[in-house]
C-alpha cells in the first residue's frame, strides 16, 4: 500500500465522476458531461477520475490526443482501478470495477458531487450542493412518500429492517462530504477497500457498489428523483419461465417497477421539463445510439417507437437532449485544433456504427415502427394490444384482483425468515434486472461492430 499522500483540500465544492475502460462511448459521454456542466455552473471546478492501466486492462484516455480532449474540460485525475468480481452479479462481470468508484473519497474537495457518465444534465447543479451529504436518490421498497422529501434524512429502515436488505440509493447521482485532511481521506478509503476485498459471492447484487455505499455510510439524504431520472418506458414486455417450468417461457407486459414520483415526472410535459437530469441507466438504451440523426428526427422516431409504451415521450425527449448536447459539443471551441481532428474523428466513427447499426433492423409488419426484439410483433404493439385488453376488460366491469400475484413479503417467524429474505432479495434483483433488461436482438449487433473498432 502507497504511503499517505499529503495532500491540502483544492476547494469548497467541486463535480466529480469516473472514466474505466476503452470503450469510445463512455469517452464521449465524460466529454459531453464535462461541456454541459462548464455551460450551466462555470464557476465549480470538474474532476473526472481516470482509470490508470494494468497488466490486463488498457487506458487508451490517458494517452494522447484523447487525453488532451478529456484535460480540456476536466481536471483529470488518473487513480487505481478497484476490482470485485466477485460482488458482481452480472453474467459478463460489468460491474466489476464499478468500486472504483469509491476514489472520489480521495478527492480533496469539501464538498462533492459526483455523476455518472450516461446522464445528460438539464439545470445548474449547484443547488444539490445544499442537500446535506451523504445523499442519492432513494431506491428501493420503502415507501418515502410520507417521509422522505428532497433532501430528507432516510431512516435505517429503508436500506434494512429485520436482516432484509429494503434499499439504497441510486449511485449514478451522489453527494458527498469527503474528510477533510488527506489522512482521514486515505484512512476512510482505505477501510473501505478492506470491506470491498471481504465481499463474498453471498454479497452479490446487479448494483453491487450502491447496496455497499449505504451499508458503509450511515445518514442518507433523498435527492428527488427530478434530479436523477431514470430514463424508461412506462410498460415494457419481459420473457420468464413459466411457473416452476425451466424449460417453458411466457412474456408479459409490465408497469415500470419505479417510484410513484417518477410517474407523476410523467403526467404533463411540464415536468416532464422540470426534470434536472436524465439517466440513462441500463443497457437496454444507449442514446448514442441515435448519434446518425439530428435530434428532432430521433425525437420523431423515439416518439413513434415507443408512442404506447412511454406516452409522454419521455425516452424521445431525453435522448433528443443528449443528441443536442453532441451537437453543441460538436460546435463549441474548446478544444485546439489537434482536440477538434481527435474528437470529430472518434465522433464519426460512432455516428457511423449508429448508421449501420439501424440499417439492419427491421420495421414492424403490423405497426411499422422499428422493432425491438419480436419477430411476429413488436413489443410496442404487444403493450398496444395488452392495454386495449385492459380498457376491454375494466368497461366489462370485471373485478380482478391481483392479490394471488403479489408477493407476500409478511410470511412471519423466525423459521421462515431466511426464506422471506431470500424471497426479497430475488424480488428486488429481478425488478432490477427487469428495468435494465437489454435488447436482445440489438445487443450483439453492437458487440460485434465495437469488436473490429480500434482507437487511433
Ligand atoms: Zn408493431
Known amino acids: 500500500m502507497s504511503p499517505p499522500v499529503q495532500e491540502e483540500l483544492n476547494g469548497d465544492t467541486a463535480y466529480v465522476s469516473l472514466l474505466h475502460g476503452d470503450r469510445v462511448e463512455f469517452w464521449l459521454y465524460a466529454l459531453m458531461l464535462g461541456h454541459r456542466l462548464r455551460q450551466l455552473d462555470q464557476a465549480t471546478p470538474r474532476v473526472l477520475l481516470v482509470a490508470r492501466p494494468t497488466e490486463d486492462y488498457a487506458a487508451p484516455f490517458l494517452e494522447g490526443m484523447s487525453y488532451k480532449c478529456l484535460q480540456a474540460l476536466w481536471e483529470v485525475r488518473p487513480v487505481d482501478l478497484v476490482d470485485a468480481a466477485a460482488a458482481d452479479k452480472t ?3 460489468r460491474h466489476r470495477y464499478v468500486f472504483t468508484k469509491l476514489r472520489v473519497f480521495e478527492v480533496p474537495y469539501k464538498h462533492i458531487m459526483f455523476f455518472d457518465l450516461d446522464v ?21 421498497r420503502w415507501d418515502r412518500s410520507e417521509f422522505a422529501s428532497h433532501g430528507g434524512l432516510l431512516p435505517q429502515e429503508a436500506f434494512e429492517k429485520d436482516d432484509c436488505v ?37 454479497d452479490q447484487s446487479y448494483l453491487p457498489e450502491q447496496y455497499f455505499l449505504v451499508k458503509q455510510i450511515p445518514n442518507w439524504h433523498h435527492i428527488k428523483v427530478a434530479w ?17 417450468s425451466k424449460l417453458e417461457k411466457c412474456r408479459e407486459v ?26 440513462f441507466s441500463g443497457l437496454w438504451l444507449q442514446p448514442w445510439w441515435y448519434l446518425n440523426m439530428p435530434p428532432t428526427e430521433a425525437h420523431q422516431q423515439l416518439k413513434k417507437q415507443f408512442d404506447k409504451r412511454d406516452p409522454p415521450g419521455m ?7 443528449w443528441l443536442l448536447a453532441a451537437q453543441e459539443l460538436k460546435e463549441s471551441a474548446v478544444f485546439s485544433e489537434d482536440e477538434t481532428y481527435c474528437f470529430k474523428q472518434q465522433l464519426g466513427m460512432l455516428e457511423r456504427t449508429a448508421e ?36 376491454e376488460r375494466s368497461e366489462s366491469a370485471t373485478v380482478s384482483t391481483s392479490k394471488g400475484r403479489r408477493q407476500n413479503w409478511d410470511l412471519g417467524g423466525n423459521k421462515k425468515r431466511r426464506q422471506r429474505k431470500k424471497a426479497e432479495k430475488d424480488s428486488m434483483e429481478l425488478a432490477e434486472s427487469r428495468c435494465r433488461r437489454p435488447s436482445p436482438a440489438l445487443r450483439p449487433r453492437i458487440q460485434e461492430t465495437f469488436a473490429s473498432v480500434n482507437l487511433v
Open 254 to 279: 409490465i408497469k415500470a417497477e419505479l417510484p410513484r414520483d417518477w410517474f407523476e415526472l410523467c403526467e404533463t410535459q411540464e415536468q416532464l421539463r422540470s426534470v434536472g437530469m436524465f439517466h
Open 91 to 93: 453474467r459478463r462481470k
Open 166 to 202: 429494503r434499499g439504497c440509493v441510486n449511485a449514478g447521482l451522489l453527494r458527498l462530504d469527503p474528510p477533510v485532511t488527506s489522512v482521514e481521506r486515505r484512512e476512510l478509503l482505505d477501510e473501505m477497500l478492506r470491506e470491498v476485498a471481504k465481499l463474498k459471492e453471498d
Open 315 to 321: 425516452v424521445a425527449l431525453a435522448v433528443a437532449e
Open 120 to 140: 445528460v444534465v438539464r439545470r445548474d447543479p449547484s443547488e444539490l450542493f445544499k442537500v446535506s451529504a451523504p445523499a442519492g436518490m432513494y431506491h428501493g
Open 356 to 391: 449501420k447499426w439501424w440499417d439492419g433492423v427491421q420495421s414492424c409488419n403490423a405497426c411499422g415502427a422499428i422493432q425491438d426484439d419480436y419477430d411476429e410483433s413488436c413489443e410496442e404493439c404487444e403493450v398496444s394490444a395488452h392495454l386495449a385488453r385492459v380498457v
Open 228 to 244: 436523477n431520472c431514470e430514463v424508461n418506458p412506462r410498460w415494457s414486455v419481459v420473457e420468464r419461465h413459466k411457473g416452476n
